[in-house]
């Protein structure tokens, strides 16, 4: 039986895909049977994650050393050492190659969609180096790589910094100004193109970073709702505790008082017979 929220929520992210649901109202009827009903209630709320995200569950439960080398060789490459790029590609790869097999041995299709999600989802933890605001082995959704592509070590292509270099004006005769007048046209146009690709992608980074805050004050926030919750339930069961002795010690006083009568009464007895 699951001795807290803690161990139901680690045993619940541990259970296979399919058994998701039955393992979570099991687990919630445990924690309300041992007057956890915070914990039950907040357990019972817990969405199933897709089948990707639960891969990569099952990668930090199942295989914590390479899964946390990604988090090591990432830091290395942060702090500008380029040559752990190719260790860090190399374990992403060997946690897509572990997550294909633990999807097929669940009984789910390893496709190429799914192992995709997949591997998104382990370059966003390594970018933050860790699972943030989800606790370690207890995503509830895929993630997206927060622009740590950039660092030569994600998938896909790096956010953009800076507009392109402005192409060169074409030398045109002189006399053929409406030429020279059309390539400058054209240029002027790619540089405010560029200028709003790159606007764009600092809004989006932007945005993004403001949701992850948000979700991390959401994260303490339903934590400290908790942990208050339980130590409310605490006080309520020890203040019914507290009453019960008090009954109790008031029994066995009375008891006390009619026994010490008795005693009373039958020495004066004795005293009689004497």
């Known amino acids: 039986m699951a001795a807290s929220y803690d161990d139901a929520a680690a045993e619940l992210f541990r259970a296979p895909h399919a058994g998701f649901v039955a393992e979570r109202k ?11 009903k915070a914990g039950a209630a907040k357990l019972g709320k ?3 994650p897709p089948v990707s995200a639960w891969a990569v569950n099952q990668l930090w439960w199942k295989d914590r050393d390479a899964f946390e080398q990604i988090f090591e060789s990432a830091a290395r490459v942060r702090e500008g050492d380029l040559k752990a790029t ?6 992403i790869a060997k946690l897509r190659a572990r997550a294909a097999a633990i999807l097929t041995d669940d009984g789910h299709a390893a496709t190429e969609g799914t192992l995709r999600r997949v591997t998104q989802t382990l370059q966003a933890l390594a970018a933050i180096g860790g699972f943030d605001p989800d606790q370690p082995g207890m995503l509830v959704d895929d993630r997206d790589p927060p ?6 070590i994600g998938p896909g292509p790096a956010p953009v910094s800076a507009p392109p270099p402005r192409a060169p004006l074409k030398l045109v005769e002189p006399d053929d100004p409406a030429k020279d007048a059309e390539e400058a046209a054209k240029a002027e146009q790619r540089r405010r193109e560029a200028d709003e690709a790159r606007a764009k992608a600092e809004a989006a980074a932007e945005k993004r970073r403001a949701e992850e805050a948000e979700a991390r004050k959401v994260a ?18 020890r203040v019914r505790d507290v009453d019960r002795l008090r009954k109790a010690l008031d029994t066995a006083e009375a008891g006390v008082i009619a026994a010490r009568a008795v005693v009373a009464d039958l020495e004066a007895r004795l005293d009689e017979l004497s």
Do not use: M
Request: glycine share 12%; hydrophobic share 40%; charged share 35%.
């Open 26 to 36: 099991r687990l919630a009827a445990e924690l309300k049977a041992a007057g956890d």
């Open 220 to 237: 303490e926030r339903n934590r400290i709702e908790a942990a208050i919750r339980t130590g409310k339930g605490e006080i309520e069961a």
């Open 147 to 152: 622009g740590f592509e950039a660092l030569g």
């Open 46 to 48: 817990v969405n199933r």
């Open 86 to 91: 190719a260790a860090h590609r190399e374990t």
